[in-house]
Nanobody, 123 residues
Framework: QVQLVESGGGLVQAGGSLNVSCAVS????????GAWFRQAHGQEREFVAA????????YYSDPVRGRFTISRDNNKLTVSLQMKGLKTEDTAVYYC????????????????WGQGTQVTVSS
């Protein structure tokens, strides 16, 4: 069993930076891929970034590539998302997720989810 708890969301001005983090309970997490998704108000949840079990492979959606960085620490059992150059369109609830198989970009392939943390970017 894996439990995920996000933290670090908040309000930031456009162009600013913010880090969100996901604390994981359950040592089994080191065998799972980790990812961040986001859901803006009235929109579907979308893939943001994913990281492999070892942390050596990372994937990003086109809107965030070059601005966001995903990482994990298998000793501390955390998955983090560093966000720079934030835009108003990055405003959303950000969710941490874990997948047993592969490093998927589809939310239905993820097995565990956190409760989400709100990120709001003001103009």
């Amino acid at each position: 069993q894996v439990q995920l708890v996000e933290s670090g969301g908040g309000l930031v001005q456009a162009g600013g930076s913010l880090n969100v983090s996901c604390a994981v309970s359950g040592r089994a997490f080191i065998t799972y891929a980790g990812a961040w998704f986001r859901q803006a108000h009235g929109q579907e949840r979308e893939f943001v970034a994913a990281v492999s079990r070892s942390g050596d492979l990372t994937y990003y959606s086109d809107p965030v590539r070059g601005r966001f960085t995903i990482s994990r620490d298998n000793n501390k059992l955390t998955v983090s998302l560093q966000m720079k150059g934030l835009k108003t369109e990055d405003t959303a609830v950000y969710y941490c997720a874990a997948a047993r198989r592969g490093i998927p970009a589809n939310d239905y392939e993820y097995d565990y989810w956190g409760q989400g943390t709100q990120v709001t970017v003001s103009s």
